[in-house]
């Protein structure tokens, strides 16, 4: 199994500003997976991020408004830039082996 | 392209009975795996149970069972002695060769345990 830190756990933003929520593994992992789940909703995958190249976007989502880091093999991060009300979800991390585990989830509300 | 299929929207249980939750998934993959997850109101996704398309046996851990059907292509979960601790969201997923390492997910079912 994995354990997945992630941060923060909950946040409320303005309209307009970015949000960067980060994800720590306590073992180097190949891929690591950015979702998204609207109020509501299932989860939707945002992005594959690999460690040394750019992250792999869904259709629906664009770098400029989903930018995605991976500086290691343990560890990445997911800015969701110029937020709006429909931005407001649940963001979780997710790494794989042959089962698939999440950090807790960022709670994002923007008002 | 994959599809996961849960039909019941919402489940209510007694204490201490055991309930079936429903996943049916539709994949032309030779290849691939099923996954039952627990959502909590707090909104984190905690990992149950997991079956592999070639394991013939179906999995267990602790309560939760995998009812695993190839041919009907279903993979319901069921939990025995159901506790009040148990009432959160459940979701379905599967994972298949061709989709690389992403999840597909069905739309989930509402579990309450009433005492």
């Known amino acids: 199994s994995a354990v997945i830190s992630q941060k923060p756990s909950r946040d409320i933003c303005q309209r307009g500003t970015s949000l960067t929520i980060q994800c720590q593994v306590d073992?180097?992992?190949?891929?690591m997976f950015w979702y998204r789940q609207q109020p509501g909703q299932s989860l939707t995958l945002i992005a594959t991020?690999?460690?040394?190249?750019?992250?792999?976007?869904e259709s629906g989502f664009v770098i400029d408004k989903f930018p995605i880091s991976r500086p290691n093999l343990t560890f990445s991060t997911l800015t969701v830039s110029n937020l709006s009300p429909e931005d407001s979800s649940i963001y979780l991390c997710?790494?794989?082996?042959?089962?698939?585990?999440f950090g807790q989830g960022t709670r994002l509300t923007v008002v | 392209a994959q599809k996961i299929t849960q039909t019941q929207p919402g489940m209510f249980v007694q204490e201490k009975e055991a309930v079936t939750l429903d996943c049916t998934y539709d994949?032309?993959?030779?290849?691939?795996?099923l996954f039952w997850y627990k959502q909590p109101s707090s909104g984190e996704m905690i990992f149950l149970i997991y079956?592999?398309?070639?394991?013939?046996q179906n999995a267990t851990e602790g309560r939760y069972s995998l009812n695993f059907q190839k041919a009907r292509k279903s993979a319901n979960l069921v939990i025995s002695a159901s506790q009040l601790g148990d009432s959160a969201m459940y979701f379905c997923?599967?994972?298949?060769?061709?989709?690389?390492?992403?999840?597909?997910f069905g739309e989930g079912t509402q579990l309450t345990v009433n005492p």
């Open positions: 997923a599967m994972r298949g060769e061709t989709s690389g390492s992403r999840l597909t």
């Open positions: 073992s180097q992992v190949t891929m």
């Open positions: 991020a690999n460690q040394g190249s750019e992250a792999t976007y």
């Open positions: 997710s790494v794989e082996y042959t089962e698939a585990f």
């Open positions: 994949t032309s993959d030779q290849s691939y795996g």
């Open positions: 079956q592999g398309s070639y394991d013939e």
